[in-house]
């Protein structure tokens, strides 16, 4: 098995991906827009992908959070909140913010477990700045640290409930990003004394199964290469620093904060300590560079894989009246 997971091309697999999957064996795989049409069509993807893996409990993910960020949505799915309307309701109601919170990503993960997807990237756990770019801020639960943290643990209590595994996001914060990483790459200043409030929610869940890391620059931790390729930051600050050791995924490769070819990134990414490469964008000649670049998955990172996948418990509740519970917790800001 190699430590990569890959993207799709369609709505089905073409008999290159078939063939190139059949004999590269990634990880796993994600899901995104291109990928999704109807139910029905969703749920014989991915069971062409358990087909083909010949693993019943292979890791499909897709970016469901809410909001801009939903790869399934209307009008063959319901719409769902991001992270700024639970920040919203905790000013009011911390409580009720967090168990709205908690059957939203039960809800959710409902419905992503109907169609075979076990795994959602979220919750973020990204601490919003004044200048966070956008591209981010649009997504978090807010600038204190104890309420990412509580409402962090609430998601991920919630997708477990539907059947779901969550990656906590994005190691060790885009919270301080200025800049979108999708197209360059974000350079911190900020003291180590300040990167506290970063990493506070991310101790708070150390015990998570999955992490996915950010690609951005931290001068005070390491000035010449963003978290994802930083040997520095993933052991010293995301390993030993938070206590973080579930599987580390990174962001995707193909965002213009990094640099290199895709074979590059990958290898960079997996001698830095990361366990798994994310490449999302199914260029065949990419998956190719990677798949030849890179070896085996090592016993470590399977171990922690296996962890992740042990750790997945059997959907469970209804998503209508998941829905209904938290419509009328949000009614209240």
Aim: net charge negative; aromatic share 6%; proline share 7%.
């Amino acid at each position: 098995m190699k430590p990569v997971i890959f993207g799709l091309s369609g709505l089905t697999l073409t008999d290159a991906e078939r063939n190139f999957f059949r004999s590269a064996n990634p990880c796993g795989f994600i899901l995104f827009k291109r990928n999704v049409e109807t139910r029905a069509q969703l749920q014989a993807l991915t069971d062409d992908l358990r087909v083909l893996t010949g693993r019943d409990d292979v890791p499909i993910l897709i970016d469901q959070e809410g909001g801009r960020v939903a790869r399934m949505g209307p009008p063959e799915w319901p719409a769902f909140p991001a992270g700024p309307a639970f920040d919203a309701l905790y000013d009011l109601a911390p409580i009720s913010a967090i168990e709205a919170a908690r059957v939203n990503a039960h809800a959710l993960a409902l419905m992503l477990a109907e169609v075979g997807i076990n795994v959602d990237c979220m919750p973020l756990l990204d601490v919003a700045q004044p200048d966070t770019t956008e591209a981010i801020a649009c997504r978090l639960f807010g600038r204190e640290p104890q309420r990412v943290a509580a409402m962090g643990r609430a998601v991920l209590d919630g997708l477990a409930r539907g059947g779901v595994a969550g990656v906590v996001k994005h190691l060790p914060g885009y919270g301080r990003a200025v800049i979108d990483p999708h197209y360059g790459l974000p350079v911190v200043s900020a003291s180590a004394e300040a990167l506290e409030i970063d990493l506070a929610p991310f101790i708070a869940l150390k015990d998570a199964t999955m992490g996915m890391t950010s690609h951005i620059v931290f001068e005070a931790w390491d000035a010449e290469r963003p978290a994802t390729l930083s040997p520095v930051i993933v052991e010293e600050i995301i390993r030993c620093r938070i206590g973080f050791d579930g599987l580390l995924i990174t962001d995707d490769i193909d965002m213009k904060a990094l640099s290199g070819t895709a074979g590059e990134k990958a290898v960079g990414a997996l001698a830095a300590g990361c366990d798994i490469v994310l490449d999302c964008w199914a260029r065949m000649a990419e998956m190719e560079d990677i798949a030849g670049r890179i070896g085996d998955i090592p016993p470590q990172s399977r171990a922690r894989l296996d962890r992740a996948l042990a750790a997945m418990t059997p959907p469970a509740g209804d998503a209508a009246e998941l829905s209904a519970k938290r419509d009328a917790l949000l009614a209240l800001v």
